[in-house]
């Protein structure tokens, strides 16, 4: 049940088809969810039928189009990304374009949710690309910058805080499969992780592990809802 003294939710409706964030995190209440991400680990072990008897699968960056849906499922409902790539190539990084969202669209994505706030620049010039093929919103610059002060390290993975995100209303539960903070790398042909590329020092240079997990930690003691996999727990020392 909700609680009584909850305020009314405020919809609004901005430009380039963008809705309030009230707006998608209303929309997860009392779902069971669960987030998948793209460890390594997590290949072979057949998981996908299971990941799909959930009300909401969640993915996070450049998990579209699914590589393995007998292991990693074979939705997605709601998608959080940088709403960019990182290109070894080149200094910087290039920003998605109207085929890849075109992409999310047909794989039956329902919510995008850009980890970038509403003011950023990487908003600013995809928000019109994004603007009729998807709903999507952006994470409160207020959350995530309070995410990266708890964490206290450099700053939260994506999927560190789109779990943090989901958990901030009142879903049922919340299952974490294929998160091991890159400790055994990544699937094959996952997003801009090259061949012969290590994915864990790939993300060491923006995210800290041990700060990530030892806050994990904390969320693990304090809410019941979050459900993680034996792999996790090892990483975690659980």
Not at 189 to 209: C, F, M, P, T
């Amino acid at each position: 049940m909700e609680r009584p003294n909850r305020k009314p939710i405020q919809y609004l409706t901005y430009d380039h088809g963008r809705y309030s964030e009230s707006e998608y995190l209303q929309s997860l209440y009392h779902k069971s969810v669960v987030i998948v991400g793209p460890a390594g680990y997590l290949k072979g072990q057949g998981k996908g039928p299971w990941i799909d008897t959930f009300d909401l699968v969640v993915r996070v960056n450049h998990a579209i189009p699914i590589a393995f849906p007998e292991d990693y499922g074979s939705r997605t409902d709601i998608l959080y990304h940088i709403l960019s790539h990182r290109n070894p190539e080149v200094s910087g990084k290039s920003l998605i374009d109207r085929e890849e969202v075109q992409e999310w669209k047909r794989a039956g994505v329902k919510w995008l949710v850009s980890r970038h706030s509403a003011t950023s620049r990487r908003v600013r010039e995809v928000g019109p690309i994004i603007n009729s093929h998807l709903p999507w919103c952006c994470m409160h610059h207020s959350f995530y910058e309070g995410t990266k002060r708890a964490i206290g390290e450099k700053s939260p993975n994506t999927g560190i805080a789109a779990i943090l995100h989901l958990l901030s209303v009142p879903i049922r539960s919340l299952n974490v499969v294929g998160f091991d903070l890159y400790a055994s790398g990544v699937y094959p042909g996952y997003g801009d992780v090259g061949e012969g590329e290590n994915a864990l020092q790939i993300n060491d240079r923006w995210h800290s592990k041990n700060a990530q997990v030892e806050y994990l930690k904390k969320v693990l003691r304090r809410d019941n809802r979050l459900k993680i996999d034996e792999n996790l727990k090892g990483v975690l020392g659980c």
